[in-house]
């Protein structure tokens, strides 16, 4: 006990039988010593019985080696533990590096994520700066906007030379252009910063809503029937939708069609697709440049033309729009000429 105060073994061998005190007494208390808690004690013993050996192990020994020993066995069971003794300090070793590794790793994931969360924040506010600069440029452009279309519409009323006449009209034109696109700014902004706010969700059948929209467009718009034309292809399936939103979507489409078919009729046709409704809008036109249908897609480029450069703004505004519907526009060309819409709804059971 007093060699234990100044020096550290690597292992113990005790007998259990000592003139001044038991071994299970010397063992308790050099275990008592933190320093000492993982260093192995073997008892040498002639006491095998049950009992003596249960008293070694509860007093804190490893292993016990009975009297009379051969040394090539006493050898081998101190060789053993102090193999293990190494085995335990080096696991030990590697778990509290392995431990440090944890919290370096911790700390850096802790500061990465404290970055990302700055960083979220920033670009939230720049988002929202920049929408409401869009919102605001867009609000400020319509009240001069209004002044001018009303003024171009006084001096139309007037008997002008055609050259004056030719200015006004393209006056009019790139007027009611600019209005178109201060509005849809207005709209996608909207959307963007307050879309769920703004969204009045529904569940309906989509072939009656159809049905009634495109009743209600060919009276509003003055369309014959045979210029538009509606197949319903698959009856109550029902979509979940703001039925406002979707009216506009539509109109997009089928106003663009209408302006490129050719003088051919324009047809709406639904059909089902595994667990999505299927709304196409097929028209005899040109067809779009390859360009739109790469970029279909993504944000609104305005260096991509389609038609006329107003369908960018108007694509991007229909897709936000369904994007809330958790549907998606994909836009292709038939081989046989014209172009094919299709505005994918998930079912809603």
């Given at each position: 006990l007093e060699w234990t105060e100044n020096a550290l073994f690597d292992l113990i061998l005790?007998?259990?039988m000592m003139p001044d005190i038991s071994g299970y007494e010397a063992c308790r208390k050099i275990k008592e010593k933190n320093r000492y808690k993982d260093v192995p004690v073997i008892f040498l013993t002639a006491k095998t019985d049950t009992?003596?050996?249960?008293?070694?192990?509860?007093?804190g020994g490893v292993d016990y080696v009975s009297k009379p020993f051969r040394p090539e066995e006493l050898l081998a069971r101190v060789a053993t533990h102090l193999e293990l003794k190494q085995r335990r300090e080096e696991l030990k070793e590697l778990n509290a590096h392995l431990e440090e590794k944890v919290r370096e790793r911790t700390r850096q994931l802790q500061e990465a994520n404290a970055k990302l969360s700055i960083a979220l924040k920033d670009?939230?506010?720049?988002d929202a700066t920049k929408n409401d600069f869009l919102h605001m440029v867009s609000h400020e452009l319509r009240t001069p906007l209004n002044g001018i279309l009303g003024g171009v519409e006084l001096l139309k009323m007037h008997d002008f030379p055609e050259d004056i006449k030719g200015y006004l009209e393209i006056l009019d034109i790139s007027t009611r252009r600019l209005e178109r696109f201060s509005?849809?700014?207005?709209?996608i902004s909207e959307l963007q910063t307050r879309g769920s706010k703004v969204m009045k969700m529904k569940i309906f059948s989509l072939s009656d809503f159809l049905k009634d929209f495109i009743q209600q467009y060919r009276e509003e718009k003055a369309v014959p029937e045979d210029t538009l034309l509606f197949d319903p292809g698959v009856e109550?399936?029902?979509?979940?939708?703001?039925?406002g939103y979707l009216k506009k979507v539509l109109s997009i489409f089928i106003e663009n069609a209408l302006e490129y078919a050719a003088h051919q009729p324009v047809q709406?046709?639904?059909t089902k697709e595994k667990e999505k409704l299927v709304c196409l809008v097929l028209d005899h036109g040109p067809g779009f440049p390859e360009t739109m249908l790469q970029?279909?897609?993504?944000?609104?480029?305005?260096g991509i033309e389609h038609k006329d450069q107003k369908t960018g703004l108007n694509l991007?505004?229909?897709?936000?729009?369904?994007?809330?519907?958790k549907g998606e526009i994909q836009l292709s060309n038939a081989r046989e000429g014209g172009a094919i819409v299709r505005m994918v709804f998930p079912v809603k059971n």
């Open positions: 005790m007998d259990i009992e003596s050996l249960a008293k070694a192990f509860d007093a670009l939230q506010e720049l509005y849809q700014a207005l709209n109550s399936a029902l979509v979940e939708a703001d039925p709406l046709r639904l970029e279909s897609m993504h944000s609104y480029k305005p991007r505004f229909a897709q936000i729009i369904m994007q809330h519907f």
